[in-house]
């Protein structure tokens, strides 16, 4: 008996490990491979063998490719395990109209740039928000609840 004992606390301390978990999102090692870039030079065909295809496209004058570099891992004991922020690096790559690179900007999560938001709200019409909010909340019901039968 004292053997199995032995042989269960064994098999669960080896599922342990010390190693963090660390969750990876976006393109990996994006700051190294952001200087193998070159402004004027390199293409849209370079950016795509090196990186992939982009997090995010814009379209304004010119195409703005954006890759985006996340790590998240596990928190101390202390912190109840809550998920910090290891990494988080932008690379935003404007190119012309030809597919070759006009300018690049990266990012890390020390020289990020803080976003104030305006504290402001617009008003809305009420009516229109209450006439809504009911309409979709009777054929939520309907769907729910199709034949009326369903206790409350």
């Known amino acids: 008996m004292i053997k199995f004992i032995i042989i269960i606390i064994f098999l669960f301390f080896s599922s342990c490990t010390l190693n963090k978990v660390q969750k990876h999102h976006g393109v990996q090692f994006l700051e190294k491979k952001n200087k193998l870039l070159i402004v004027n030079e390199s293409n849209k065909n370079d950016i795509i063998k090196l990186l992939g295809m982009p997090s995010t496209k814009s379209k304004f004058d ?51 740039e803080q976003i104030n938001f305006s504290d402001n709200t617009t008003q809305s019409d009420r009516k229109k928000a209450d006439f809504i909010y009911s309409f979709l909340s009777s054929l939520r019901q309907k769907i729910n609840d199709p034949l009326g039968k369903r206790k409350k």
């Open 62 to 112: 010119n195409d703005v490719w954006i890759y985006i570099e996340r790590e998240v891992t596990r928190g101390k004991l202390l912190n109840l395990g809550k998920n910090i922020l290891v990494k988080n690096d932008i690379l935003i790559i404007e190119l012309d109209n030809k597919g070759i690179i006009l300018t690049k900007k990266f990012s890390n999560i020390e020289n990020m």
